[in-house]
C-alpha cells in the first residue's frame, strides 16, 4: 500500500486505570497518537441477540506499524468510536490492520 493512499485522520486511545478520590478505580482513555490511515468499510451485519436486532458494522483501519499496538486501544474517527477487535501486523511491509467495530 502506498503511504499517500493514507488519506484520513484516527486517533489511538489507551484505557488506563486510575484510582479515584475514595480509593476506587476508574478506567479512563489517554490519546497516544494521531496517525493517517487508509478506512475501508467492510460488509457489515445483522444478528438477533436478546430479543432485539443487532448491527455490526466492521471498519478496516490500516496504519503505519508501530510497536505494541493491540486490542486493548480503541480508534476515534469522524467523531466516532471504534473497538479494535483483532490487529494484523505486517512488520515487512510497515504496517497494521486493525479490524474494528462501531462503540453504539
Known amino acids: 500500500m502506498r503511504a499517500g493512499s493514507r ?22 482513555w489517554v490519546d497516544v497518537a494521531y ?3 487508509n478506512v475501508s468499510p467492510e460488509k457489515g451485519r445483522e444478528y438477533f441477540a436478546a430479543q432485539q436486532v443487532n448491527n455490526v458494522n466492521p471498519v478496516l483501519f490500516t496504519i503505519n506499524y508501530r510497536c505494541g499496538m493491540s486490542d486493548k486501544f480503541r480508534v476515534i474517527y469522524d467523531c466516532r468510536t471504534f473497538e479494535i477487535k483483532n490487529v494484523a501486523g505486517y512488520k515487512k511491509r510497515n ?3 486493525l479490524m474494528c467495530s462501531e462503540i453504539t
Open 35 to 37: 496517525v493517517w490511515a
Open 95 to 97: 504496517e497494521h490492520k
Open 7 to 28: 488519506d484520513e485522520r484516527i486517533l489511538i486511545q489507551e484505557a488506563v486505570e486510575q484510582s479515584g478520590s475514595y480509593g476506587e478505580k476508574d478506567l479512563i
